[in-house]
């Protein structure tokens, strides 16, 4: 048997091949947009994709099958609850296809989505997607109800965990995605093993399990629903080249070159989301409008390709090009902890804690506010005091910068923590459990 596992690192999306080496003929679960990767592995393996299979209609990130459709008229499968706008074979509970002689046996296994399904490989492994990851299980919320999503997962998962326990376990999500909290960044399990562990499997009441996993703090992207049209809608084809351009024009530019170097020269109003960081693509979804005009601001052709393949995993596919070289004269003047103690004495500046609720209630700075990064350019100015400097801070640096850039599009005089975080901080903390907290 032949079995591949592709994991975008970035999103934190799996993806895999498997297939009959011996009759040639091989399917692809759940296939990201950028399905080049797919088609050399076919190659070098000596198979051909007869049949493109979908867990589920997917919210993060954009599918390659209307490629796979489109340029090599591959057929593709999913639960008819999916409800999509292409021509498609629709899969049903217990259903057994064949991979050549491998055999594929579909479980319908909704909660995460109605019509979301997973896949048992030769009653070997299990395909899991979005209904139960390494660790966790899939959040209930994006499609329906929390309440009603989280009791048709709760049977889902119990299906699931009757399959034998040596049964691998290979998920649609690892670590880095928002479809999951407590997801690990193993590839792999098996489901002895998530029943010894996974606290998602630990409950034997309904109710409990629903009162649990439909309180879910996890951000919903702002892409969400853009995403699910264009995966339910009609095939969508190639992406355009992304091309450099001259003059940068009516635009957004988004900076994605390393925050140090934005930080050095940038172009006004320009926000800063640098590709070389993790979680690129799911940041700049959180920052930018999928309906504006976006130019990249990149140091050489292959920075903006990276930047481009990561900005149409999750919807953006119509990019204006990217420039390199540019009047990039505004500065932003990043300050290094031991300098923000000390400014912070005197009451020179404002802190910004740019993390999310669950990192600031570990541990904060004593009078700084918090607001997420990923809200900045919603909330502009609202609530801060610009007649000082803002600083910002996060864990790492990254966020930071992200935060900075967007404050300083708005007006503000901010300066970034790029080196380090709270967690690096040597002065006072302070650290709360919320009501209902663990």
């Not at 802190?351 to 900045?376: A, F, M, T």
């Amino acid at each position: 048997m032949l079995f591949r596992q592709f994991v975008d690192d970035d999103l934190g999306c799996a993806s895999y091949l498997i297939g009959d080496p011996a009759s040639g003929e091989a399917f692809v679960v759940d296939p990201a947009y950028a399905i080049e990767q797919y088609l050399e592995a076919a190659d070098s393996e000596g198979v051909r994709i007869v049949r493109v299979l979908e867990t589920h209609t997917h919210a993060d990130h954009v599918s390659g099958h209307g490629r796979l459709a489109l340029e090599y008229d591959i057929p593709v499968a999913l639960h008819p609850l999916a409800e999509p706008e292409f021509a498609f074979d629709a899969l049903e509970d217990g259903q057994l296809l064949q991979a050549g002689a491998v055999p594929v046996r579909v479980i319908h296994t909704p909660g995460h989505r109605p019509e979301h399904c997973a896949f048992v490989i030769d009653e070997r492994l299990v395909l899991t997607g979005d209904s139960l990851f390494v660790g966790d299980a899939a959040r209930p919320d994006l499609a329906v109800d929390a309440r009603e999503g989280a009791e048709d997962l709760f049977g889902s998962l119990r299906q699931l965990t009757e399959l034998p326990d040596s049964t691998e376990v290979y998920p649609g999500h690892v670590a880095g995605s928002l479809c999951g909290a407590a997801m690990s960044p193993a590839h792999s399990s098996t489901i002895g093993a998530e029943k010894d562990s996974n606290a998602s499997l630990r409950f034997d009441d309904v109710y409990a399990f629903v009162n649990s996993s439909a309180s879910v703090s996890t951000p919903r992207p702002p892409t969400t629903a853009s995403v699910v049209a264009l995966n339910k809608g009609p095939f969508v084809g190639a992406p355009a080249p992304v091309e450099q351009l001259e003059q940068i024009g009516d635009a957004t530019v988004l900076d994605v070159r390393p925050a140090v170097a934005h930080a050095a020269g940038h172009v006004h109003g320009a926000f800063n989301v640098p590709v070389s960081a993790s979680s690129f693509a799911t940041r700049a979804g959180f920052i930018l409008d999928p309906g504006e005009r976006i130019v990249l601001h990149a140091s050489d052709e292959d920075e903006a390709e990276r930047a481009a393949r990561g900005l149409r995993s999750v919807g953006f596919l119509e990019l204006a090009g990217y420039v390199t070289h540019v009047d990039a004269t505004e500065q932003l003047r990043p300050i290094e902890l031991d300098e923000l103690e000390r400014l912070l004495d005197d009451g020179s500046v404002q802190v910004i804690d740019v993390r999310e609720k669950s990192e600031r209630d570990e541990g904060y700075i004593p009078g700084s506010l918090h607001i997420p990064y990923r809200l900045l350019r919603e909330t502009g100015t609202d609530g801060l005091d610009t007649t000082k400097p803002v600083v910002t801070i996060c864990g790492s640096g990254t966020r930071a910068s992200i935060a900075a850039s967007v404050l300083a599009a708005a007006g503000v005089d901010a300066r970034p923590v790029l080196h380090g975080g709270v967690d690096d901080w040597q002065g006072q903390t302070v650290s709360f459990r919320r009501c209902g907290g663990v």
